[in-house]
Every structure is written in C-alpha cells, then in structure tokens.
C-alpha cells in the first residue's frame, strides 16, 4: 500500500529564511509524487509535481523539491520565504492507479 | 472561471439525519474525488469516479454513498449522520488518467453533527 509520512507538524521560520519540508514516501514502484498548499479556508493548489525525468523540478512561487529515489524522500525548498508563504503543504504519492495518497500535513508559520 | 463548486459551504446537522453535499465541476474532467480533512490526518479519500456511471470505494467508504449520473455532477449522500462525520469535505477533479495531472479543489464544505 502506498503511504506518506511528513514527519513535521508545525514549522516556523523567519521571513526572508530558507525553508525545507520533509516528505518520505513508500511505493511499490516509480512513484507519482506531488506537493500542494492549502491556505486558511480553502482548498488544496498545486505547487509541483514529479513523474519522470528530472528529479529537481519546480513549481510555482518559487518552491522546488527534489526527488531522492535512494531515501525515498521529495522534500520541498524555497530559498528564501514570505509572510505570504504561510498555509498548510500537503506531501501526495500516488501511481498508475487512479488513487492519491496524502500526508497528514506540515503548517509553515512566518515570523517577522 | 469557477473550476469545482461545492455547497453548502457549512452546514449542521443533528444525529440521524441525512443530507446530500453537492459537487459540480465546468472542466468536462472525467475523473472526480471526495476526500474528508480532520485536524492532525491529512486528507483521507472517500470515494472517487473515472467517469459517469462509474465510482468506486477509497479508504474510508463507511456511511457515505455516491452517484455520478454525468460528467458534471458528483454528489456526496450522508445516511444517519453521526458525530464521527464532523469534519470538513473537498470535492476535486482532474482531466488526465493515470494520477499525471493536478488536482483541481472545491473550497470545502464544513459538517457538523451534533
């Protein structure tokens, strides 16, 4: 069965500080593998997503994320983050089935 | 563009009752979900469609039913509401098989039983 774990409940950082979210994955073959952002009241938007190819991709609002087969990891990066950055980001992997499998969540706080 | 439209927005019921959540998308998307957020559990999936007339059980099926008579529509029909269904509902949709494309989101729907 396929399972994401984010192990970080909740994150604060610094405006203007670089951000790391952590995303571990279990598949039992090339996963699927997708970040996306829910803000306060609304519903999930996609930042990024890797099926093939190459394994640092980016997205939107500057994030990126890197794919690491060998430590079954697609962590998710901005350089340097704004207040505007606040939400909740959702780690998903999902296959060739028509199912998506999402983490239970990582809540980024901005601090001035 | 309104992309995925759900309603109510809110809404409280009293244990026992039934009521029909209600999901429209303007994508002409075949594949459609209903998944349920809890505070701490991330989204859990409830039921999904590949197209009309054809849907199909995700993780957490129990107490929830679903029809998907067109392209358009996917509705969601709580049977005797209970406490355990509090909780906040997204209806999403997607035009590309085989989990390649994105998801699009409804704004959620928030349930109450009490």
């Known amino acids: 069965a396929q399972s994401v774990t984010q192990p970080d409940i909740h994150i604060t950082v610094s405006e203007g500080a670089s951000l790391e979210l952590r995303c571990n994955y279990s598949?039992?073959?090339?996963?699927?593998l997708f970040w996306y952002v829910q803000s306060p009241g609304q519903g999930l938007q996609l930042l990024l997503k890797?099926?093939?190819?190459?394994?640092l991709v980016q997205g939107i609002k500057g994030f990126e994320a890197e794919f690491k087969r060998s430590q079954s990891s697609f962590n998710l990066r901005k350089p340097s983050v704004h207040w505007s950055d606040a939400a909740e980001y959702f780690c998903?992997?999902?296959?060739?089935?028509?199912?998506?499998?999402f983490g239970t969540g990582t809540r980024l706080t901005i601090i001035p | 563009n309104a992309g995925v439209t759900q309603t109510p927005k809110f809404r409280i019921l009293k244990i026992g009752q039934s009521m029909t959540l209600q999901c429209t998308q303007d994508m002409n998307h075949n594949y459609m979900y209903w998944y349920r957020q809890d505070p701490g559990m991330g989204l859990k999936l409830i039921y999904y469609s590949v197209g009309a007339g054809i849907t199909d059980k995700g993780e957490v099926p129990n107490g929830y039913n679903v029809s998907r008579s067109t392209t358009e529509d996917f509705p969601l029909r709580l049977e005797l509401a209970a406490p355990s269904q509090t909780s906040v509902y997204f209806c999403?949709?997607?035009?590309?098989?085989?989990?390649?494309?994105?998801?699009?989101f409804g704004e959620g729907s928030r349930l109450t039983v009490l």
């Open positions: 598949y039992g073959a090339t996963p699927y």
């Open positions: 998903a992997v999902g296959g060739g089935n028509e199912k998506l499998t």
């Open positions: 890797y099926f093939s190819g190459d394994t």
């Open positions: 999403a949709s997607r035009g590309e098989r085989g989990n390649t494309g994105e998801l699009f």
